[in-house]
């Protein structure tokens, strides 16, 4: 019955933590300046250590994995084949993917295949949450592992690690989530983390402060670079036949597409007024999308080249692009491609929220680790796609270009190498 219980604590602190979700963001808001001024002074210069060292003397038997969105996904797989070449016969289990499950992980649930966003998506899904808490807990009692590896995705993720240290078995949890710029008070439960691996120079730092035991292993980015996944499809020829494209980038789920792209093709149409030379292209590689896509490049007589299933292939053709918040930017960037950051923002709420709760001074990435605003920012509900052409026409011009690619080349190493993949595992490997 033990599990049982267990999972019925991690409901109530759940219902807890929904009770309480207002004050804390009230305290957490009265506290914005505090904070933003303690992040203007965290060390950000660290990089992460070179990928040394043997084979484990003693090889890990068996690890469990929770993986619960496509966006960690290809970290998991990564360190899923580097855990299986440093330790034959390694079992791995727990929430993952097809995919995951297809490279020789045993999958209870494929939550990085359902793509839950958003409070609405995790309020439907609670009765799959609630079971995957009750098999974790089971399994940890049945059978429990050398380690488990938590890989983003914090909302379930902080109840498995409660679960795993409340059953003495070592924690490492890779991503450590971006508590500096939002829930300053879930610090606690990731505290408890054996070893919290942070993908930003700054926040080990940031977690160290607060008593956790933070190490800082890099961008998984750098290992995707260097694999160059295989693409559905190949890029259009008709990249080739000129020199001048633009990348529109919306982001790649239906909610961010509806939400960025009106907006981009807008900000298009202002840009071929000043640059008639220009072309534009939207390279997506989730198929569930290009419908949502479709339905709005209709209403525009601008003319978009559609690249479906080639994402990576398209990159090294652009001149410049405008990008959805994330990954992507970082992306781009490490092909030496300026980029303007765009998030629309629809609600009245969230807009205030952006500009008065974010405890960071930028939204992007690549301005994160810079510690300055080294590509343009528009976030929030008022947007101009005037000023989205006016910021994306001065990465065009020869002195633009040249200042992007000089402020750039020192920032490589802490996102465009490889060598992640290996550390997370080599730190599993340290609790064999």
Known sequence: MRPFFQTLREYLLAC????????????????????????????????????????PKKPLRR??????????????????????????????????????????????????????????????QLPL??????????????????????????????????????????????VAPQLWGWAPWRIRDFKRADRLLTIL???????????????????????????????KKDPPEELNAHDAWIGLLPGSR???????????????????????????????????????????LQDFSLPVLRAPGCFHSVLPHLKAAWVASGTASLEVAAHGIPNVVVYRIESRLGDWMARHALAVPHIASLNL????????????????????????????????RESFANDLKPLLPYFAQPGVAARVARTLEEFS
């Not at 001024?37 to 040394?52: D, I, R, W």
């Not at 399994?139 to 914090?154: G, S």
Request: proline fraction near 7%; hydrophobic fraction near 40%.
């Open 16 to 55: 807890a933590d929904l009770f309480l979700a207002l004050p804390r963001h009230l305290h957490a808001l009265s506290r914005v300046s505090t904070r933003r001024t303690e992040f203007e002074n965290l060390n950000n210069s660290e990089e992460p250590l070179p990928v040394t060292g043997s084979l």
């Open 369 to 400: 680790i810079a510690g300055k605003k080294l590509v343009p920012e528009h976030l929030g509900r008022s947007l101009t796609p005037e000023g989205l052409a006016q910021d994306l026409s001065h990465f065009l011009t020869p002195a633009g």
């Open 201 to 231: 120079p700054f926040e080990e730092d940031w977690f160290k402060r607060r008593g956790a035991h933070p190490s800082y292993v890099g961008h998984p980015l750098g290992d995707g670079l260097h694999q160059r996944p295989q693409e």
């Open 129 to 174: 949450f609630f079971r995957c808490i009750y098999r974790f807990a089971k399994e940890l009692c049945n059978q429990p592992p050398d380690a488990v590896l938590l890989v983003d995705y914090p909302g379930l993720n902080r109840h498995l690690l409660r679960l795993a240290k409340g059953a003495g078995v070592p924690v490492v949890n890779f």
């Open 254 to 296: 239906k909610r961010e597409i509806r939400q960025n792209l009106p907006l981009l093709l807008e900000a298009a149409q202002h840009l071929l007024q000043e640059h008639p030379d220009l072309r534009f292209v939207l390279p997506l590689n989730r198929d569930a999308a290009w419908e949502t896509v479709d339905n709005i």
């Open 63 to 124: 690890i469990l994995l929770s993986c619960g969105d496509a966006s960690g996904e290809a970290h998991a797989l990564r360190i899923l084949q580097e855990l299986q070449s440093r330790n034959p016969g390694i079992t791995v289990a727990g929430f993952g993917s097809a995919k995951l499950e297809k490279a020789g992980m045993e999958c209870w649930e494929p939550l990085a295949d359902l793509n839950v966003m958003g409070f609405r998506d995790v309020a439907i």
